[in-house]
């Protein structure tokens, strides 16, 4: 019996030890990519990306609102003409995208400069989908510092061209689970993305290069 629990911790502690090894390569592979607004004001980027995150009703959670912030503010310094909102709104009575519009047309940002992605169920899929459904091929990624790691992965594993600006750093409620839940996730994308999973949904192509209005809702 001993012996069987001596292998179990050693099969334990060899699994967690991987874990961290693989979440510090991804860190340190992923770092650099995280630049100044200067630096992206410069990067020629096909769109600005902003990563959806929990709203309530229609409301942006703080996490969200500081996403969109940073990506207002990289649109009104030129870092690119287009913003995709990329986010959950496979229900209709929970919609991460139009609300994450909203908040950039109050900003000033013409509609039709502002593509919206329904079907951004994930990181990945937010990444597949801006490749393959909007036509992005250069693209600046904004989220918090800790999400960007794992975001710029997939995308250079996608064979996308990208960099990203970090959302001021602030402390949220309940970060130790958000980190534990990324540290999980940045493994499982590691592992997954070289196949590339089918996202929920394609669709035709929507180039980024047109009009975001194309995206609205029926009768929006």
Excluded at 39 to 44: D, H
Excluded at 117 to 130: K, M, P, V
Aim: net charge negative; hydrophobic share 45%.
């Amino acid at each position: 019996m001993k012996q069987w629990i001596k292998r179990i911790v050693i099969v334990v502690v060899g699994l967690i030890l991987t874990a961290i090894l693989l979440n510090v390569g991804v860190v340190l592979s992923q770092n650099s990519k995280i630049t100044s607004m200067d630096t992206a004001a410069s990067f020629e980027a096909d769109c600005i990306l902003v990563l959806g995150a929990g709203v309530r009703g229609s409301s942006p959670s703080p996490m969200l609102l500081d996403r969109l912030n940073q990506g207002i503010a990289l649109f009104e310094v030129g870092a690119s003409d287009r913003l995709l909102m990329s986010g959950d709104h496979g229900q209709t009575d929970y919609d991460e995208v139009n609300v994450m519009k909203r908040i950039a047309i109050e900003a000033g940002i013409p509609s039709s400069q502002i593509f919206m992605d329904h079907a951004g169920f994930s990181t990945y899929e937010s990444l597949i989908r801006a490749r393959d459904v909007f036509d992005v091929q250069r693209v600046i990624i904004v989220s918090q510092k800790e999400h960007l790691y794992r975001a710029l992965m997939i995308a250079d594993m996608l064979g996308l061209e990208a960099i990203g600006v970090a959302a001021e750093e602030i402390s949220y409620g309940g970060q130790w689970a958000r980190d534990l839940r990324e540290s999980i996730a940045r493994i499982k994308d590691l592992v997954l993305t070289p196949f590339e999973p089918r996202p929920t949904y394609l669709g035709p192509v929507i180039p980024i290069s047109g009009d975001g209005d194309q995206t609205n809702d029926s009768g929006n």
